[in-house]
């Protein structure tokens, strides 16, 4: 089974991170690789642009690719929506029909941007509608041409491979859509955002007829114990049996604390030892709860996976 991820950019690294972090450790051969074997012998990732990924998807040159929804929209995939994952369905994708269908397995949280239609600041152009028969420039025509049928605004597209924003101040065009994260850049480029066209992140997604693949639900499920245990801390302490009660409502858990007997200490009362899984950022308060009630010998870890 073949994963295709992208081979360069500021998803690679986060992408790689996480692989390794679900156990698919990568054995590098060279530095500019088209291909890594990985620890598990049916499992090799192949190292693509991220935004040909969608494509290789689809064509069954890999089984799994790792890459932003903006990107597997604008290929022209319907991108489907998993039972069961967080993820959110894109609908379908520009051109596209339901035989080229990507499955959207996860979102893995990282990547988030938006796609957004923007205009120069103290323009003529306020509104959507203000773009009749103007002309918008994209790094992303499918997506946008998809939205301006979907507002019904007959727009001129013209398709840019960089330096987006600059195209209003040199006549290029009237508007831009494009990427932004923190929108400092369009700030900077005095561009104003008018809507928004599509909110992306980094998913995981996979051919259909593959879905149900044993060796895909288990990559699959690797992965998701890893975004699962973020921003979750494991905690143990000692706790006087007598206040377990009390050390019970305070803990939140993961269905329920653990709770084991323990020696007892030298003036004979009994303990326990409990154990349960709390959100990070309710650690801080927990503990203080927890000494109030007794509970010593508190112990936060970090959780590498979760399998929930």
Known sequence: M?????????????????????????????????????????????????????????????????????????????????EGTDADGAGDGPGASGDEAL???????????????????????????????????????????SYFETVGVDAEIVTVTGATELTPHVEMADAIVDITSTGTTLKVNRLAIIDEVLESSVRLFARPDVVDDGKVQQVTTAIESVLAAEDKRYLMMNAPTANLAAVKDVLPGLGGPTVMDVEADANGDGMVAVHAVVDEGDVFSTITDLKSVGASGILVTEIERLVE
């Open 103 to 145: 499955v959207d397995l996860l979102d893995l949280g990282y990547g988030s941007c938006r796609l957004v239609l923007a205009a120069p600041e103290d323009g003529e152009i306020e509104s959507v509608a203000d773009l009749e028969g103007r002309t918008v420039a994209t790094e992303f025509p499918a997506i946008t041409r």
């Open 2 to 82: 073949r994963i295709a991820v992208p081979n360069k950019g500021r998803l690679h690294e986060p992408t790689i991170e996480l692989l390794e972090r679900a156990g698919l450790h990568l054995e590098r051969t060279a530095d500019r690789q088209l291909y890594a074997d990985t620890v598990d012998p049916d499992v090799s990732i192949l190292f693509a642009r991220a935004a040909d990924i969608p494509e290789y998807v689809r064509d069954g040159a890999a089984d799994l690719g790792i890459t932003g929804l903006d990107q597997a929209v604008e290929s022209g995939a319907v991108v489907e929506h998993v």
